[in-house]
């Protein structure tokens, strides 16, 4: 059974950073093979992708709102990928989304909560 498990998220004050962190587990195939990305969705908004990276990172692609100070990164040794933010502003404020891609199969975890606010 696939899991992917987000981790990091939480209140923060305007301007801080912060890192989130996706633990994979389940997969039948190798995690490396895997596109990694990571989505928010704020309220009332469509979910959208913030970055992703490509099997055995060799790509990575960001969301103008977040290119300059955000980086995506992953550990296929750990089955893992994180997404460090800098200079967070009440803008970022979502439900932040990990997920998984092969071919045609998606997985995707059950977010963890991210609010700007001071």
């Known amino acids: 059974q696939v899991q992917l498990v987000e981790s990091g998220g939480g209140l923060v004050q305007p301007g801080e950073s912060l890192r989130l962190s996706c633990v994979a587990s389940?997969?039948?195939?190798?995690?490396?093979?895997?596109?990694m990305s990571w989505y928010r969705q704020a309220p009332g908004k469509e979910r959208e992708l913030v970055a992703a990276i490509t099997s055995a990172g060799g790509r990575t692609n960001y969301a103008e709102s977040v290119k300059g100070r955000g980086t995506i990164s992953r550990d296929d040794a750990k089955n893992t990928v994180s997404l460090e933010m800098g200079s967070l502003t009440p803008e970022d404020t979502a439900v932040y989304y990990c997920?998984?891609?092969?071919?045609?199969?998606?997985?995707w975890g059950q977010g963890t909560q991210v609010t700007v606010s001071s």
């Open positions: 389940g997969f039948t195939s190798f995690f490396s093979s895997f596109v």
């Open positions: 997920n998984a891609r092969i071919f045609n199969n998606e997985y």
